[in-house]
């Protein structure tokens, strides 16, 4: 059927997603789910988003963005 070229199918999903990680160069977000995509732009430490969605490997934030999975890197917060 047509859209369907993702393998991964979006799911509803609400909480916050918080960075751990203490690096530096922070946590890259993406535009799309998928870790060969360019980074939108890069969460550091702390940050905390607004999740609505999962897909696959990654978490859909409010913002439009996906955020990976990776619990050493991000935390998710079902209630603030």
Do not use: M
Request: charged letters at 25%.
């Amino acid at each position: 059927g047509e859209g369907n070229q993702n393998t991964s199918e979006e799911k509803a999903l609400s909480g916050y997603a918080k960075i751990i990680y203490k690096g530096s160069d922070g946590v890259n977000y993406r535009s799309v789910p998928d870790y060969n995509a360019a980074a939108a732009g890069v969460a550091k430490y702390g940050e905390l988003f607004t999740v609505v969605g999962e897909c696959g490997d990654f978490y859909k934030l409010k913002s439009g963005w996906y955020l990976t999975k990776r619990s050493d890197l991000v935390e998710v917060i079902h209630t603030l």
